[in-house]
Each structure stands twice: as structure tokens, then as C-alpha cells.
């Protein structure tokens, strides 16, 4: 049973910043893309951002893009989202994904394996 489990959320500020991790167990990284997503309330999941399996490419929605920035350390085997600058609006459950499709996705019905999320809240 793949297992992903998310951490490192938290209360930041303003303009302030968070690392989130998504640490593997039970299956190794290195096959799947990984894609960060996240879930305000009352509103859909909303893709942020992937990396590939094939060569670490990196792929951001326009939310995230000049912010985020996705890193993976297959020795590790998790994945990194450093989220800078942050604003209120990107207050959500952020949850990692893992997908054994081809490319990159940023649609969520593409993921199979989800972890349980970690709350971001950023206050004004």
C-alpha cells in the first residue's frame, strides 16, 4: 500500500514562508510524478504544482508561480514545497500526490495516491 504523509504546515504571516515535505513509505519516489495540491474551504482541490519522474521537471500553476518552488530528494525519498511570500488567499489543507502517469499532471482525478494533507494558514 503506497503511503504518503505530508508535513510541516503550519501559522505563518504574511509574506512569510513554509517548507512542506512529502515523505514516501512503503514504495519508492522515483517512478512516480509528484504533484502538491491543495483545498481551501468550500472551494475544489486546486492543483500547485508537479515534478516529474523522468528528468526533476518542474511545473507550477499560476498561483505558485515567482513563489513555490518544487524539489525532490529520492535518497530521502520526499518531496519539498517551499512556498514563499505567502498571502491569506493561500490558506488551504495542502496534500502531496503520487501518480504513475506519463508527464506531469496538475489534475487531480490523475492522482491514485494521496496523503492526508497539512493545514497552511496564513494570517493578514
Known amino acids: 500500500q503506497v503511503q504518503l504523509v505530508e508535513s510541516g504546515g503550519g501559522l505563518v504571516q504574511f509574506g512569510g514562508s513554509l517548507r512542506l515535505s512529502c515523505e514516501a513509505s512503503r514504495f519508492t519516489l522515483d517512478y512516480y510524478a509528484i504533484g502538491w495540491f491543495r483545498q481551501a474551504p468550500g472551494k475544489e482541490r486546486e492543483g500547485v504544482s508537479c515534478i516529474s519522474s523522468s528528468d526533476n521537471s518542474a511545473y507550477y500553476t499560476d498561483l505558485a508561480k515567482g513563489r513555490f518552488t518544487i524539489s525532490r530528494d529520492d535518497a530521502k525519498n520526499t518531496v519539498y514545497l517551499q512556498m514563499n511570500s505567502l498571502k491569506p488567499e493561500d490558506t488551504a489543507v495542502y496534500y502531496c500526490?503520487?501518480?504513475?502517469?506519463?508527464?506531469?499532471?496538475?489534475?487531480?482525478?490523475?492522482?491514485?495516491?494521496w496523503g492526508q494533507g497539512t493545514q497552511v494558514t496564513v494570517s493578514s
Open positions: 500526490a503520487a501518480t504513475l502517469t506519463t508527464g506531469c499532471p496538475l489534475f487531480p482525478a490523475l492522482y491514485d495516491n
